[in-house]
């Protein structure tokens, strides 16, 4: 059984840090490429970022230069460092991955306020 389990989010302020995880099971981590998506109220969720088996990365034009994604295959762990956020960048943050199918966690809320 596939579970993805994001944690880490939580209100900060403009300009502010954060990183989340997503924990996975039921997966062999290491060959499998992850994402993370954001939806924010009234919006359709929309592609943040995404980390190959290999390590490439690539990010959507809107977070390029402030987030990171990382992997720690060990840990069967996917992260998301963001930086200079933004309120903009308020949203629900899910990771998904394809194992014959498309699966998504359950999300952590970020709330980027003063």
């Known amino acids: 059984q596939v579970q993805l389990v994001e944690s880490g989010g939580g209100l900060v302020q403009p300009g502010g840090s954060l990183r989340l995880s997503c924990a996975a099971s039921g997966i062999i981590f290491s060959i499998n490429a992850m994402r993370w998506y954001r939806q924010a109220p009234g919006k359709e969720r929309e592609f943040v970022a995404l980390i190959t088996s290999v390590g490439t990365t690539n990010y959507a034009d809107s977070v390029k230069g402030r987030f990171a994604i990382s992997r720690d295959n060990a840990k069967n762990t996917v992260y998301l460092q963001m930086a200079s956020l933004k309120p903009e960048d308020t949203a629900v943050y899910y990771c998904?991955?394809?194992?014959?199918?498309?699966?998504w966690g359950q999300g952590t809320q970020v709330t980027v306020s003063s």
């Open positions: 998904n991955t394809v194992v014959g199918q498309l699966y």
